[in-house]
């Protein structure tokens, strides 16, 4: 079973034409897109947008995402311990 349909395939092709041409712009900034990535990321959010088959975009997971407090976290103790230990 395929996991892109006709549209996607038809969307990322454009955007990819639209990229080496040196037209394609990013939706908010408005600057010009020349990634290759990018240029992939637009045509699927377009094709996603037309009704196509898209599968959903991946979000990122609570696991990851608190994994990155907690070493934030033990990086301020052992900033702050450093510290303590200086002033002595």
Do not use: C, F, N
């Not at 990819?16 to 908010?28: C, I, V, Y």
């Not at 290759?36 to 959010?45: F, N």
């Not at 094709?47 to 599968?55: E, I, L, T």
Request: no cysteine; glycine share 8%.
């Amino acid at each position: 079973m395929a996991k892109y349909g006709k549209k996607a395939s038809d969307k990322v092709e454009k955007a990819m034409h639209e990229r080496k041409e040196g037209t394609l712009k990013s939706g908010r900034s408005g600057k010009k897109v020349t990634s290759k990535k990018q240029a992939i990321a637009i045509g699927l959010s377009e094709a996603r947008q037309a009704g196509g088959k898209v599968p959903t975009k991946k979000s990122s997971s609570k696991k990851a995402s608190a994994k990155k407090t907690s070493a934030k976290k033990s990086s301020r103790k052992k900033s702050s311990a450093k510290k303590s230990l200086a002033k002595r």
